[in-house]
């Protein structure tokens, strides 16, 4: 399933030209951890060329819903860029970060150089919706403790390029706090899943890491829809 989804060999493919080609033709900035990066416009694209950046949206009463992670290679921006108009997301740095801003100048001229670029924008804009299509499905198809095993495999997964079958460790040290806002669930709810888990013995904690034990049953825990 979900290397179906999300294709390894493309992801390493973007990541890499992003990082590699077309940051150094970019203005290089440093933004340091818990720092917001906001872009005023929608005249440029930003590539995560180290630390870790998170995007989503804000309510007015502040409570926070996390869309997705970006990392090395990881771009943001691209959508109000194609689109032309600057939205309403925001960009949260979570570990100190190092970050290529490009102008319109320059992106315009790289395309028109080469419109195989453009393979790579379509790769991360469809990448995004399809996380999103997921995160929107499991909170109409499972509850919560669904929804946080899904979520476990899901990040496994992609971590890894290819459907889990045996015990991973998840390399983030995600904590509860990231993963309610991530999933749309509380935190007591996220502490409450990981505790079922723990004492179910599907999944344990090394180093701040969650480790998944047992693959079958965790997904034994979801409603698939794939």
Not at 152 to 169: C, F, K, N, P, W
Request: hydrophobic fraction near 40%; proline fraction near 2%.
């Amino acid at each position: 399933m979900y290397r179906e989804l999300f294709d390894p060999i493309k992801q390493e493919e973007m990541t890499t030209y992003f990082a590699e080609v077309l940051a150094p033709m970019g203005m290089i900035k440093n933004f340091k951890k818990n720092t917001l990066i906001d872009p005023f416009d929608a005249d440029h694209v930003y590539i995560v060329l180290s630390g870790e950046c998170r995007q989503g949206l804000v309510s007015a009463d502040g409570n926070e819903r996390t869309f997705f992670r970006l990392n090395r290679g990881t771009i943001f921006g691209e959508m109000d860029y194609f689109d032309g108009d600057r939205t309403c997301e925001i960009t949260y740095v979570t570990q100190k970060a190092e970050v290529s801003v490009l102008s319109k100048h320059i992106l315009e001229r790289e395309l028109v150089k080469n419109p195989e670029i453009y393979r790579h924008f379509i790769h991360s804009i469809i990448r995004k919706y399809r996380l999103l299509m997921m995160q929107i499905a499991d909170t109409r198809f499972n509850d919560s403790i669904g929804i946080l095993a899904s979520a476990l495999l899901r990040i496994g997964s992609m971590q890894q390029g290819y459907d889990l079958v045996e015990r991973t460790v998840i390399e983030h040290q995600y904590t509860h706090e990231e993963l309610a806002n991530t999933l749309g669930l509380s935190r007591p709810t996220i502490t409450s899943g990981l505790g079922y888990f723990r004492d179910k013995g599907l999944i344990s904690i090394e180093d701040r890491h969650i480790v998944i034990e047992k693959v079958d049953e965790i997904r034994a825990l979801t409603n698939t829809y794939w």
